[in-house]
């Protein structure tokens, strides 16, 4: 089985393996599909699932991989009271009720053999900075405060930037949407700030750079890339700003062992098995860690080195079943 989204390029490719290879009795299930619980017997440990009209029996799954997305429910709304107060506790309570099955759904797939664990897909960004530090990797200063003043306080320490304490979730407005990336943040803008409070604020020492690292995880495997963002004054603090215009040139990159190990033993502190983390290597030959994405790209990193990544997931899977 395997939990995706529509418009997942990494999980076409490894389906198309998969077609190559004559595996059969692979289940995709995307994040907008409509799955329903037909079963769930605690006493004998079965769970039946129905699904683009057919009934899955979860005990037969030999693999999951949990790639992206959810299990969404659609409840039924022909059930409305008139009072809103009580139609809206009505459904939050029918939606914990999916909750709880849902959960308990994920836990049963989880342990079976898999990549990927839905219950690791949202990670907390400083806690993972602790984490990485505690492993040996090297992370920049980092300080969150709701007081402008002691903002100001760990500005004048060095240059900053600032970027989303949790997910960067875009906002949309009419056809476009604003991109929450890293941005430098110039000394006068606080300065001159009048709010004594503000939402909680994530400021980093500005790390200088002699090139960007994006690396992929799998198991014990490594697969890394440096990414030369740093001449380009659009790319120069995020390369995610991407100049399609002029591209940043990214070759294949071999870290140093003591580096893969420490990353190693961080992916195990935090319980992932696979993710892409965010590395810059410093022009003094540092290695600098920024943080990991449980479900980050992988073509990018797959197709720039031709590492060919979608046929080494598939491979483990086509070897588990």
């Not at 990494?10 to 409509?34: A, G, H």
């Not at 079965?46 to 991989?65: P, V």
């Amino acid at each position: 089985m395997i939990l995706s989204e529509n418009n997942d390029l990494s999980t076409d490719k490894v389906i198309e393996w998969l077609n190559y290879w004559e595996v059969k009795n692979i289940i995709r299930i995307n994040e907008k599909d409509k799955v329903f619980i037909k079963k769930i017997d605690i006493r004998k440990n079965t769970i039946i699932l129905s699904f683009d009209n057919r009934e899955i029996n979860l005990s037969d799954i030999d693999f999951f991989w949990f790639r992206r997305g959810n299990l969404n429910h659609f409840i039924d709304k022909q059930i409305q009271f008139e009072n809103k107060d009580v139609n809206k506790g009505f459904n939050d309570f029918l939606n914990y009720e999916w909750l709880m099955c849902r959960n308990y759904i994920f836990h049963h797939l989880q342990q079976k053999k898999s990549l990927g664990n839905f219950f690791r897909s949202a990670t907390n960004k400083l806690i993972n900075l602790r984490m990485a530090k505690e492993c040996g990797l090297e992370i920049p200063e980092t300080f969150v405060s709701e007081f402008a003043s002691d903002l100001i306080d760990f500005q004048n320490q060095f240059p900053i930037i600032t970027k989303p304490v949790g997910e960067a979730m875009p906002i949309y407005q009419d056809k476009g949407h604003y991109k929450m990336l890293t941005t430098s943040i110039e000394k006068d803008r606080l300065i001159n700030s009048h709010s004594t409070y503000i939402c909680p604020v994530l400021f980093q020492e500005k790390i200088e750079k002699q090139f960007e690292i994006r690396v992929f995880v799998m198991y014990e495997k490594i697969y890394a890339m440096a990414i030369f963002s740093q001449k380009n004054t659009k790319t120069h603090v995020d390369y995610r700003n991407y100049d399609y215009e002029k591209k940043n040139r990214m070759i294949p990159y071999d870290l140093p062992i003591d580096v893969q190990q420490k990353i190693l033993n961080f992916m195990k502190k935090i319980g992932l098995d696979t993710g892409s983390l965010d590395m810059i290597k410093t022009p003094d030959n540092r290695f600098v860690f920024l943080e990991v994405n449980p479900a980050g790209n992988i073509e990018m990193v797959s197709v720039t080195c031709n590492y060919n990544i979608e046929k080494a997931i598939a491979e483990i899977i086509k070897n588990a079943i």
